[in-house]
């Protein structure tokens, strides 16, 4: 008998009235959530209580995370702006449609990405960034002074995008730390 | 007797009542104490797992930048410098991260059916992306070119354009993007996001905005694949037929056979 795991015998296991993870009987905790499942239901609110509170904390996380979702909408519309100004200012060039695909395309991934960022905001900030970082160190390539076109608005663009991840980073972490979906 | 949960693994100790607990429980399930120890560590080992992925995807940045945008990057030298340096990085932190990585070499529930199939999708895919992507070239951009006219030159032309575009890229990019980062990502996020980034990273590092149209697609299903089989090695199948039959089309156009 000293193998007998309980949470195979039916009628053993449960599921925990906070996070719906399956616990075992003689449990006293939840080991995902904390969730005190033998505790009186003073100590069970008071928990609940505490839960609400860190859903209230996740909130000042979403705040940098629309920000760093605005950032790649201005991105898309910037992009688009340039090509439409290329276009325009050039339009009898063989390279002006071309340009303006290009920069068409570039403007709808970062759309996509805000879009997308208050879903998945880990993944939709990075890939801004580095799509974004990498569209500048292109240029650079060909003209290095380009870096320093416009700095402080790709610092301020590139701190939001910072902040944005470093919070959607947090955010995960405190879900997965309190398993709230 | 078994008491925990259904976590089988029963090895660490609660840091409040030092009772064994199972190694994934976030909170004892004696006591109710957060086991901070657990959460401390894994931040630092995220923390460290993000300083080596950006100076790993910095790595291939750079070389692709200078190979691309650069005069250093012309010439068959210089592409045989870049794919070696990719390979031989990739190679560094695969071995650094063997220990994760293993499991993805391992080649168990191998099928001959899935592989035909798979060989076979990623051929058709590669016959409607070719032309898909000639037909963008010429019409935007107005240029046209085939990757045989730089190994034209060379004894074995047609063998050296099938190594270096179908059979390196293959076995290298998988390892790379599909092994390394995607197992780095898996371990900082979840694994939908993780393949995201991975194929974004992956298709962005082609240097090509318009081919994000087919590669970011491609880049999301080896990604997928990958994880539903548990395997790099489909992956690395259907990658060489997705490349090789490009190199063949190329051959055909060119009147090679």
């Given at each position: 008998?000293?193998?007998?795991?309980?949470?195979?015998?039916?009628?053993?296991?449960?599921?925990?009235?906070?996070?719906?993870?399956?616990?075992?009987?003689?449990?006293?905790?939840?080991?995902?959530?904390?969730?005190?499942?033998?505790?009186?239901?003073?100590?069970?609110?008071?928990?609940?209580?505490?839960?609400?509170?860190?859903?209230?904390?996740?909130?000042?996380?979403?705040?940098?995370?629309?920000?760093?979702?605005t950032t790649l909408y201005v991105l898309a519309g910037i992009?688009?702006?340039?090509?439409?100004?290329?276009?325009?200012?050039?339009?009898?060039?063989?390279?002006?449609?071309?340009?303006?695909?290009?920069?068409?395309?570039?403007?709808?991934?970062f759309?996509?990405?805000g879009?997308?960022?208050?879903?998945?905001?880990?993944?939709?900030?990075?890939?801004?960034?580095?799509?974004?970082?990498?569209?500048?160190?292109?240029?650079?390539?060909?003209?290095?002074?380009?870096?320093?076109?416009?700095?402080?608005?790709?610092?301020?663009i590139?701190?939001?995008?910072?902040?944005?991840?470093?919070?959607?980073?947090?955010?995960?972490?405190?879900?997965?730390?309190?398993?709230?979906? | 007797?078994?008491?925990?949960?259904?976590?089988?693994?029963?090895?660490?100790?609660?840091?409040?009542?030092?009772?064994?607990?199972?190694?994934?429980?976030?909170?004892?399930?004696?006591?109710?104490?957060?086991?901070?120890?657990?959460?401390?560590?894994?931040?630092?080992?995220?923390?460290?797992?993000?300083?080596?992925?950006?100076?790993?995807?910095?790595?291939?940045?750079?070389?692709?930048?200078?190979?691309?945008?650069?005069?250093?990057?012309?010439?068959?030298?210089?592409?045989?410098?870049?794919?070696?340096?990719?390979?031989?990085?990739?190679?560094?932190?695969?071995?650094?991260?063997?220990?994760?990585?293993?499991?993805?070499?391992?080649?168990?529930?191998?099928?001959?059916?899935?592989?035909?199939?798979?060989?076979?999708?990623?051929?058709?895919?590669?016959?409607?992306?070719?032309?898909?992507?000639?037909?963008?070239?010429?019409?935007?951009?107005?240029?046209?070119?085939?990757?045989?006219?730089?190994?034209?030159?060379?004894?074995?032309?047609?063998?050296?354009?099938?190594?270096?575009?179908?059979?390196?890229?293959?076995?290298?990019?998988?390892?790379?993007?599909?092994?390394?980062?995607?197992?780095?990502?898996?371990?900082?996020?979840?694994?939908?996001?993780?393949?995201?980034?991975?194929?974004?990273?992956?298709?962005?590092?082609?240097?090509?905005?318009?081919?994000?149209?087919?590669?970011?697609?491609?880049?999301?299903?080896?990604?997928?694949?990958?994880?539903?089989?548990?395997?790099?090695?489909?992956?690395?199948?259907?990658?060489?037929?997705?490349?090789?039959?490009?190199?063949?089309?190329?051959?055909?156009?060119?009147?090679?056979?």
């Amino acid at each position: 008998m000293s193998d007998l795991d309980l949470s195979s015998v039916p009628g053993t296991a449960e599921e925990c009235k906070c996070c719906f993870e399956k616990t075992n009987l003689v449990d006293q905790f939840c080991q995902k959530c904390g969730f005190p499942l033998k505790g009186t239901n003073a100590e069970q609110q008071i928990f609940m209580y505490r839960r609400s509170f860190k859903k209230l904390e996740l909130n000042g996380y979403d705040k940098k995370i629309k920000s760093a979702g605005t950032t790649l909408y201005v991105l898309a519309g910037i992009f688009m702006l340039y090509g439409l100004v290329y276009f325009f200012a050039d339009s009898k060039s063989n390279t002006a449609s071309a340009m303006l695909i290009t920069y068409g395309l570039v403007a709808i991934i970062f759309l996509l990405l805000g879009a997308w960022s208050g879903k998945k905001p880990v993944a939709s900030i990075i890939s801004g960034m580095v799509l974004y970082i990498s569209l500048q160190l292109i240029s650079a390539v060909s003209d290095p002074t380009s870096l320093f076109k416009g700095i402080i608005l790709k610092i301020i663009i590139i701190s939001y995008l910072v902040k944005g991840l470093l919070s959607g980073l947090e955010a995960e972490k405190i879900k997965k730390q309190h398993n709230i979906e | 007797m078994k008491l925990s949960g259904e976590n089988k693994s029963i090895d660490q100790h609660c840091v409040q009542c030092n009772q064994l607990i199972s190694q994934e429980a976030r909170y004892c399930n004696y006591c109710g104490t957060f086991q901070i120890a657990h959460s401390v560590a894994e931040t630092e080992e995220n923390n460290k797992i993000v300083g080596i992925l950006t100076i790993f995807f910095g790595i291939f940045l750079l070389v692709c930048l200078i190979s691309n945008f650069t005069g250093f990057g012309r010439g068959l030298i210089a592409l045989f410098v870049s794919d070696g340096v990719l390979s031989i990085v990739t190679i560094g932190y695969a071995a650094y991260f063997w220990k994760d990585l293993k499991k993805l070499f391992r080649w168990t529930h191998f099928s001959i059916i899935k592989f035909i199939a798979y060989a076979a999708a990623a051929s058709v895919a590669a016959v409607l992306v070719n032309y898909l992507a000639r037909w963008l070239n010429k019409t935007i951009f107005d240029s046209e070119s085939y990757y045989y006219y730089a190994f034209s030159h060379l004894k074995y032309a047609r063998l050296v354009t099938i190594l270096v575009v179908a059979l390196q890229p293959a076995i290298f990019e998988e390892l790379a993007f599909r092994g390394v980062l995607q197992e780095g990502l898996n371990k900082i996020t979840d694994k939908n996001q993780a393949i995201f980034v991975s194929a974004f990273l992956f298709a962005l590092l082609h240097m090509s905005i318009i081919s994000f149209l087919w590669l970011l697609p491609f880049a999301l299903l080896l990604g997928y694949i990958r994880n539903r089989e548990k395997t790099i090695w489909y992956g690395v199948v259907i990658h060489f037929f997705f490349n090789g039959t490009a190199c063949f089309l190329e051959f055909f156009e060119l009147n090679l056979f």
